[in-house]
């Protein structure tokens, strides 16, 4: 036994080795470290166990996975194989993979011999494993198997849906536990694997992933991929429709259907600036390319930092690039996320924090100190809002995700919390110290995992100790609340703002209000801070004059739809009909249907609409909507 592990025994700290056996329970169990073989020497702890995989992950593990499929749109159907490279250093005799609603037709070790394995019963929250027998001399695990009509990571789009309106479209959703819905693998960001792939599309359409990328369409409609930096499964990701490329800069570009294509090449202009800023704060680029595709509007996220090709929403297409904020915070989890990834769910706010945190520095970098105040106060307030909403248990920053769907994670708090929590850091340190501290942590941990608890020991032995600082740290990462400490973000635009809405309401005169030079974080904050008893009389008076109804703006729409719907201003029905068919972002939806479902009319008309509009959203977003509005289709 090593020292390590008698200390822990001691401590009575649980852990286990990756040559337990395989029930991940029993592994913590300190008998099984005394029969602990020398090759077998990875340590784990409890904290980095993923409750989220039926995989066993710790003993044997996938180090590359190559997918050769085709994907049919007659069908709505991706098929073909997955072969994985493995790695046993423990001479198992089974490995085991997630999946979920796949069809396994055959499974061969070693690209050919065939292989025994059963299928488990379905978790409603896991999926189903896929258990394969093997021996030492098992070196690749090819899966044969088809996605059917369940498929949750995939979202096929009639023409109608897209914006060319001649060609169908598909792309995928891996994150959180999406990616073993289309391809069967160990699906944990607790192991990181390389990917190569073949794929075979109609040949009037382009593919593209999260690897390296054609940037023409071929006439054989046959791609090859290559993803040679380590990532975790939930990063894989594909893409296929009538998609055309054009450069930014020599690093950067974008993808999207060939009628977008000249509003993105505007709206985009600043990427290659954001990727040199956010090398200059915390080191090199490690994915070579970094480009954004511009997918149909059902796609439920505004951007999923897919590597070297960030997937994202054309609502944040505005005209005036105001809402690329979210490329610098797609591009931050270039480092924080992809490059450092957080070991399980329970650890989701060192993704999303520490990428708020950078997402606004490389804001700071581009545009100044006086904006990235707005949307730090913006997202305070969205704090504020979660912390008054969100049951205790889910407001701290570590939590505890096991048996609960890990998309119920995102939250503001892993966000806004995080971020708050980090600002206050740099606060304590010093920018300069913080900037070195930082940067030296992605650099020490790149391509690696993290758990909380190993980042507090780097953090107080790498800052905080030699430092001399000390503060209320378990306070903000293992409770609920937020700590008293909490930096007050004070934007001397926003006050402005708050003084014409004030004058406003005491006139019902708009001549008091100045939009002239507002930017659309000015008309956030506007319209969020519209009072509860706002009159229809005076939503009347505002649409009159600045035409928010209809607003090209997705953010100040939806903004504005969900504030008309609590007032019972019912001028916006057409346009937050057609809104709510066209768009499939759940943060723009969540709000809009839980403002309907507030009363019984609104819960109707929502219902009314949902109908309609439900086969234009992703499954990520119609498991949402569906749970508000007490649907469930027939
Ligand atoms: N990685 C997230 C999206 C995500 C989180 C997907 C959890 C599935 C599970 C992405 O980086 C993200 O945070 N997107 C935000 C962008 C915003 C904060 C700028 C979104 O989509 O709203
Ligand atoms: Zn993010």
């Known amino acids: 036994m090593k020292l390590i592990q008698l200390a822990a025994l001691l401590l009575c700290i649980p852990f286990y080795t990756s040559c337990g056996v395989s029930d991940k329970e029993e592994m913590i169990d300190a008998s099984n470290v005394a029969e602990e073989s020398s090759v077998c020497e990875r340590i784990w702890t409890e904290d980095e166990i993923d409750y989220h995989t039926l995989s066993n992950y710790m003993d044997v593990y996938v180090s590359h996975i190559h997918l050769d499929v085709e994907i049919s749109f007659a069908e709505k159907k991706l098929f073909g194989s997955a072969t994985h490279t493995i790695e046993n250093p423990c001479n198992k005799d089974i ?5 979920r609603s796949l069809d396994v037709a055959s499974i061969t070790l070693n690209e050919g011999e065939e292989a025994t394995y059963e299928i488990g019963d379905l978790d409603e929250l896991l999926g189903q494993s896929i258990t394969v027998h093997i021996d030492e001399n098992t070196e690749s695990v090819t899966i044969n198997y088809s996605t059917t009509k369940g498929t949750r990571a995939l979202d096929w789009l009639v023409p109608a849906q897209t914006a060319g309106k001649q060609n169908p479209f598909m ?48 006439e054989t409609g046959i791609y090859n991929f290559e ?18 490329f054009i450069e930014i800069d020599e690093r950067t570009g974008v993808y999207s259907e060939p009628s977008m294509i000249e509003a993105c090449r505007y709206e985009f202009g600043d990427m290659g600036k954001m990727v040199e800023a956010a090398e200059g704060l915390y080191g090199k680029y490690q994915w070579e390319r ?7 509007p059902s796609f439920p996220f505004g951007g999923m930092e897919n590597p070297r090709l960030t997937f994202a ?27 450092v990834t957080n070991s399980n769910w329970n650890d989701f706010w060192l993704n999303e924090g520490f990428t708020m945190y950078f997402e606004r520095r490389i804001m700071e970098e581009l545009y100044g100190k006086d904006y990235v105040d707005m949307l730090a106060l913006l997202g305070y307030q969205d704090l504020l809002a979660s912390i008054s909403s969100l049951e205790p248990k889910m407001q701290m920053l570590k939590l505890k995700m096991k048996d609960l769907d890990p998309d119920k994670a995102m939250t503001d708090i892993a966000y806004e919390k995080g971020y708050s929590f980090l600002r206050l850091i740099e606060d304590l340190a010093g920018r ?3 900037d070195v501290f930082i940067k030296d942590y992605f650099t020490a941990h790149k391509f690696q995992t993290m758990t909380t608890e190993v980042f507090l020991a780097y953090l107080k032995e790498n800052l905080l100790e030699p430092n001399n600082i000390e503060f209320n740290l378990n306070e903000w990462v293992y409770e609920s609340g937020l700590p008293e400490n909490c930096l007050v973000v004070i934007s001397e635009r926003f006050n402005s703002v708050e003084a014409q809405l004030t004058a406003f309401y005491e006139t019902n005169n708009v001549s008091s209000v100045t939009p002239q030079d507002w930017s659309t974080h000015e008309w956030l904050h506007f319209i969020r801070h519209f009072k509860p008893e706002t009159t229809v009389d005076q939503m009347a008076i505002l649409d009159d004059a600045f035409h ?18 609590n007032a019972g201003y019912n001028n916006i029905d057409d346009e937050l009909e057609a809104f709510l068919i066209r768009v499939g972002r759940r943060k723009f939806l969540q709000p809009l249907y839980n403002a309907l479902a507030a009363t019984p009319e609104g819960k109707q008309k929502g ?15 119609v498991s949402t909507i569906d749970a508000i509005l007490g649907y469930s289709p027939s």
């Open 95 to 99: 490995i085991v993979f997630d999946s």
């Open 171 to 218: 792309y995928t959703q891996g994150q959180a536990v999406l990616t073993r819905t289309w391809i069967p693998c160990q699906d944990t960001p607790g192991r990181r694997i390389t990917y190569s792939a073949k794929v075979k599309v109609p040949s009037h359409l382009m593919a593209v992933m999260s690897a390296s990328n054609p940037t023409a369409k071929n």
């Open 227 to 244: 993803m040679n930096q380590s990532i975790p499964t939930y990063l894989m990701a594909i893409a296929v429709g009538d998609l055309e």
């Open 290 to 296: 970094y480009d954004v595709i511009v997918l149909p």
């Open 313 to 339: 929403t054309p609502t944040i297409i505005a005209g005036d690039r105001s809402l690329t904020t979210l490329v610098a915070h797609e591009l931050a989890h270039s480092w924080s996320g992809n490059l």
């Open 432 to 434: 300069e110290k913080f």
């Open 548 to 565: 928010l109804t209809q607003s090209g703006n997705s953010e100040i729409a939806a903004i504005w739809f969900e504030k008309s719907i």
């Open 607 to 621: 219902l009314d609409i949902y109908v309609k509009a439900r086969d234009n959203y992703h499954f990520v977003s």
